[in-house]
């Protein structure tokens, strides 16, 4: 096999017009079969691949090892190799209505390492030929491959990310794996083992890819860079241990559904969570955590006794999210303050009422803790309110709850302004604790007398007034108010209200002596009326000049 480039010449040697390279292939050309691979159909448009040398991290390919030559998505030529360099196979342009690689598209290189079963990613340099795609030419390369890819895990500084890798690590060490790190305070398992390099303690070893990993790191936020090659998530055994939270990985290289990640197992969850307060409660149809993110850990909390060994699906038996698909609004509190810690306990409210009316949109809960507030949620009609609260961690100094603690909780009226205390009734005694369960589920109730029991039409205030005086009245039902003000003979003077809209409370209105027409009263005997479904009433006023 040779090629060689011939020139076109004119009198003047030194300058050719022109040049092409010719390939002279002596033999036969006979790759071996692929089976990775899925090339177009041959078609007569032919383009030789001429590989001059190719290594996968710096070791030579092995006979069975598969190239494949792609335009965009498709590929478009493939040879199994068959042990000796050049390696010649042909790919296949377009011819008619075939499918094929076009003239001037750009080439790109797959690798099929048949010994470690992975993809490797390429990059390739021409020693000859063309340097794109062109009918009836060919190419020269040299291919530099590798199966190890880089996993970038976003870490937010000053609380506690729930991490995990899908990724194989190049070196297991769990130094080595987080070792640069800036920050690093410390690193924990579900089982208590931990990594502490301020103290150059670690019980982990090495890491597990099954596991999800807490890991606390302070300064600014950062990016871990985990190197490492892909697994087949089916392969790897998660043991789910019963009666605790277990710290588990995602295997998946994708956002996938948690509802069709865990179908297998969806009986016996009970909760499913992550370091950001969502969740997936099957049992209630509660899913606020939506999909299973690449780099993310997450927290299972399985019903029973028994402990589950537990396998993902594999890629094909799953949903790849291409958006998020939680039932979840991004409404964030604005008058209860509290910390993320990134240690969650859910709290899920099912009904919240205030002087026996329910709770209006905008509405806020909070969550107490000895007095400290530690978590909240804005309250939507349509749906369950759930609340991620937040553990402390002394050793870093995060504010939060500690287990066994007494849940509290208060309520806050956007419409009134006003924060007041609840009652709660757990679904359970051992909800009432912080961690006393895997969640805790509450109604709460409250009385800060915002909402009048009855309709009510009180005493005007200053009585007698000189010139303006206020009206109070109470209306505990949303109704439509007219409020008429009649002198001594049952005229009719000033509405100063006339089938309004109210909705529950106590409200107060501002009469300023007028009448209809803005002319000033005489003093005198005046009635106010008021008008609210089947209730009426009527006070008397003294207008004193």
Same mark, same amino acid.
């Given at each position: 096999?040779?090629?060689?480039?011939?020139?076109?010449?004119?009198?003047?040697?030194?300058?050719?017009?022109?040049?092409?390279?010719?390939?002279?292939?002596?033999?036969?050309?006979?790759?071996?079969?692929?089976?990775?691979?899925?090339? !177009?159909? @041959?078609?007569?448009?032919?383009?030789?691949?001429?590989?001059?040398?190719?290594?996968?991290?710096?070791?030579?390919?092995?006979?069975?090892?598969?190239?494949?030559?792609?335009?965009?998505?498709? #590929?478009?030529?493939?040879?199994?190799?068959?042990?000796?360099?050049?390696? !010649?196979?042909?790919?296949?342009?377009?011819?008619?209505?075939?499918?094929? *690689?076009?003239?001037?598209?750009?080439?790109?290189?797959?690798?099929?390492?048949?010994?470690?079963?992975?993809?490797?990613? #390429?990059?390739?340099?021409?020693?000859?030929?063309?340097?794109?795609?062109?009918?009836?030419?060919?190419?020269?390369?040299?291919?530099?491959?590798?199966?190890?890819?880089?996993?970038?895990?976003?870490?937010?500084?000053?609380?506690?990310?729930?991490?995990?890798?899908?990724?194989?690590?190049?070196?297991?060490?769990?130094?080595?794996?987080?070792?640069?790190?800036?920050?690093?305070?410390?690193?924990?398992?579900?089982?208590?083992?931990?990594?502490?390099?301020?103290?150059?303690?670690?019980?982990?070893?090495?890491?597990?890819?099954?596991?999800?990993?807490?890991?606390?790191?302070?300064?600014?936020?950062?990016?871990?860079?985990?190197?490492?090659?892909?697994?087949?998530?089916?392969?790897?055994?998660?043991?789910?241990?019963?009666?605790?939270?277990?710290?588990?990985?995602?295997?998946?290289?994708?956002?996938?559904?948690?509802?069709?990640?865990?179908?297998?197992?969806?009986?016996?969850?009970?909760?499913?969570?992550?370091?950001?307060?969502?969740?997936?409660?099957?049992?209630?149809?509660?899913?606020?955590?939506?999909?299973?993110?690449?780099?993310?850990?997450?927290?299972?909390?399985?019903?029973?006794?028994?402990?589950? @060994? *537990?396998?993902?699906?594999?890629?094909?038996?799953?949903?790849?999210?291409?958006?998020?698909?939680?039932?979840?609004?991004?409404?964030?509190?604005?008058?209860?303050?509290?910390?993320?810690?990134?240690?969650?306990?859910?709290?899920?409210?099912?009904?919240?009422?205030?002087?026996?009316?329910?709770?209006?949109?905008?509405? @806020?809960?909070?969550?107490?803790?000895?007095?400290? #507030?530690?978590?909240?949620? !804005?309250?939507?009609?349509?749906?369950?309110?759930?609340?991620?609260?937040?553990?402390?961690?002394?050793?870093?100094?995060?504010?939060?709850?500690?287990?066994?603690?007494?849940?509290?909780?208060?309520?806050?009226?956007?419409?009134?302004?006003?924060?007041?205390?609840?009652?709660?009734?757990?679904?359970?005694?051992?909800?009432? @604790?912080?961690?006393?369960?895997?969640?805790?589920?509450?109604?709460?109730?409250?009385?800060?007398?915002?909402?009048?029991?009855?309709?009510?039409?009180?005493?005007?205030?200053?009585?007698?007034?000189?010139?303006?005086?206020?009206?109070?009245?109470?209306?505990?039902?949303?109704?439509?108010?007219?409020?008429?003000?009649?002198?001594?003979?049952?005229?009719?003077?000033?509405?100063?209200?006339?089938?309004?809209?109210?909705?529950?409370?106590?409200?107060?209105?501002?009469?300023?002596? #007028?009448?209809?027409?803005?002319?000033?009263?005489?003093?005198?005997?005046?009635?106010?009326?008021?008008?609210?479904?089947?209730?009426?009433?009527?006070?008397?006023?003294?207008?004193?000049?």
């Amino acid at each position: 096999l040779t090629s060689k480039k011939i020139f076109v010449r004119t009198n003047n040697l030194r300058q050719p017009l022109d040049s092409l390279e010719i390939l002279y292939i002596n033999g036969i050309v006979a790759p071996l079969q692929v089976s990775h691979f899925t090339p !177009v159909a @041959e078609t007569n448009n032919l383009f030789y691949i001429v590989v001059d040398d190719a290594d996968i991290d710096g070791t030579q390919l092995q006979t069975g090892d598969e190239i494949a030559i792609f335009d965009g998505e498709t #590929c478009v030529g493939a040879g199994g190799f068959n042990g000796s360099f050049p390696f !010649v196979f042909p790919v296949y342009g377009i011819d008619g209505g075939s499918a094929g *690689f076009a003239d001037g598209d750009t080439m790109s290189v797959q690798i099929w390492d048949s010994r470690h079963l992975q993809m490797a990613t #390429c990059h390739y340099s021409v020693n000859g030929g063309c340097q794109t795609f062109q009918s009836g030419g060919f190419t020269r390369l040299d291919i530099n491959g590798t199966i190890y890819r880089t996993l970038q895990i976003p870490l937010t500084a000053g609380r506690f990310n729930l991490i995990s890798s899908y990724l194989f690590p190049r070196d297991t060490r769990i130094d080595s794996v987080f070792h640069g790190l800036a920050g690093l305070k410390i690193l924990y398992q579900d089982n208590g083992n931990a990594y502490i390099p301020q103290y150059n303690l670690n019980s982990i070893g090495d890491m597990d890819i099954s596991e999800g990993y807490h890991i606390f790191i302070d300064g600014s936020d950062q990016v871990l860079n985990i190197n490492g090659i892909g697994i087949l998530p089916e392969n790897w055994q998660i043991l789910l241990r019963a009666k605790q939270f277990n710290s588990v990985a995602t295997l998946y290289n994708a956002s996938v559904d948690v509802t069709t990640a865990f179908q297998s197992i969806v009986d016996q969850v009970d909760i499913i969570q992550n370091d950001d307060g969502g969740v997936w409660i099957p049992a209630m149809s509660i899913n606020s955590l939506g999909t299973l993110e690449p780099g993310d850990g997450y927290q299972v909390f399985i019903k029973g006794d028994t402990d589950i @060994e *537990f396998y993902y699906p594999s890629v094909d038996q799953v949903t790849v999210a291409k958006e998020a698909v939680a039932e979840k609004t991004d409404i964030e509190p604005e008058h209860f303050q509290f910390v993320k810690t990134g240690l969650p306990y859910t709290v899920v409210v099912q009904s919240a009422n205030f002087d026996q009316h329910p709770f209006e949109n905008g509405d @806020e809960i909070g969550i107490f803790a000895n007095g400290l #507030c530690v978590g909240a949620g !804005v309250w939507q009609t349509d749906q369950a309110l759930v609340i991620p609260t937040w553990k402390s961690f002394e050793d870093q100094k995060l504010p939060g709850y500690n287990p066994g603690e007494q849940i509290k909780i208060r309520g806050y009226s956007r419409r009134f302004r006003t924060e007041f205390e609840m009652d709660a009734q757990f679904a359970s005694e051992s909800q009432k @604790e912080f961690e006393g369960a895997s969640y805790s589920v509450i109604n709460a109730n409250g009385s800060p007398e915002l909402i009048p029991q009855k309709y009510a039409l009180k005493q005007n205030y200053p009585n007698p007034f000189n010139p303006s005086t206020m009206i109070p009245f109470d209306i505990p039902n949303e109704s439509n108010v007219t409020i008429i003000i009649y002198n001594m003979l049952g005229e009719e003077i000033y509405r100063v209200a006339n089938n309004q809209n109210y909705l529950p409370g106590h409200y107060q209105i501002l009469w300023n002596g #007028c009448s209809d027409n803005g002319r000033q009263l005489a003093s005198g005997i005046y009635f106010v009326r008021m008008i609210a479904g089947d209730y009426q009433a009527i006070r008397k006023m003294i207008f004193l000049k």
